[in-house]
């Protein structure tokens, strides 16, 4: 009996406890603790804005209408674009034939943003390279042609002008003098006659995720460029600017102010506000169509451009933001989402007026960091009292 006694006594000590969420920073609490950070010398008077992605609510506004350098916090509206317009299935296929003419190949692109001009780094990541399309081609020319191959003609369909350039110092540093010809997808088709090679690139959704994860600069500006053409303008900066714009006038965003120069935000011309930002943040993540966005973000202390922020100056915070950061010489900004409990912030600080210098970026980044740490709460199990009774009789 005084076993049963014990067991007992044992499970209503349990059963005095209940699991419940951990309970998030409230709104005001979360704008006292931007508004004592935001003034920090460190942060060069920012341009800061904060949403409740649970209302919708703006908690905190500091500069939050005026225009400022986005740097890489662009490629948000280059990933919106392309989500937007291109579809996240899609892929790329690249293939190099032996011409019918004599002394001719033919390259057939589609605008594969995922080329690479590093074949080791292609081979790894299943990448199109470059490079394995010029030394097969040079190859298929020389097998297939008897004599000199000096003047021989590269036909090509939907390739980007920088790897048209490639293309063409590749083969006269080789000794030939080609004549480059741009042809239709239908031109190709009839003057393609026995395959060399061809190369499928990944789903769309997956190149994505990676150029927001590394921040990837040529990927940005390829992946715009072919959501400015499906949108219906040019394949050039003037096109992606009009897409951006369109993007935001989608979302009923005031796109007043904003200036693009280029997708992936390496112009010190570009200007951008933290509220068209934050309003974009805080649309893309109610619709499951930007999911690829969201998930492609960089998560503090974990992965990408952010793995190795967090760690130390708020290890609290490790793995609970997801945010794209911005950096160029004076300027270190970081755009994204905090977890708080079973609350989420979206948050934009453009830090673009800092002293020039690694120096002043770093404590900036520092800043910023111990700043999102006060914000950041684990949504874990806590132990509650409850109120319980438990009889027990012993005969």
Known sequence: ????????????????????SAQALDPNSVASIFDRISSNKELANPSIVVIDQKTGETVFEKNGYSPRKPASVQKLLTASAALTYLTPTQRFTTSAWIGVKEKSVVIQGS?????????????????????????????????????????????????????????????????????????????????????ILSSDSPELQEILAFTLTWSDNLLAERIARLASQAAGYSLDDAGVA?????????????????????????????RITAKQVAELLFKIRQDSKFAALIGGLPVGGVTGTLRHRFIETAPQAVGLIKAKTGTLNGTANLAGYVESGDREYAFVILADRLRKGSVAESRARNTVDRLLGKVAEPLLPEFLPIQSEVSISAN
């Open 1 to 20: 009996m005084k076993k049963l006694a014990i067991v007992a006594c044992f499970l209503l000590a349990i059963s005095n406890f209940s699991i419940s």
């Open 242 to 270: 009009q897409t951006f714009s369109d993007v935001l006038s989608s979302f009923g965003i005031e796109k007043k102010n904003a200036i693009i120069q280029d997708a992936s935000g390496l112009s010190r011309d570009n």
């Open 111 to 195: 605008l594969d943003p995922w080329i690479s001009l590093n074949d080791p780094q292609a081979k790894k990541m299943g990448r199109t390279s470059l490079p394995r399309i010029e030394y097969n081609t040079l190859n298929a020319l020389k097998e297939t042609n008897s004599g000199s191959i000096r003047y021989s003609t590269i036909y090509y369909s939907n390739l980007y002008s920088q790897d048209v350039a490639n293309l063409k110092n590749f083969y006269v540093k080789h000794g030939l003098r080609p004549n480059m010809k741009r042809v239709s997808d239908v031109e190709a088709a009839e003057l393609a006659a026995q395959p």
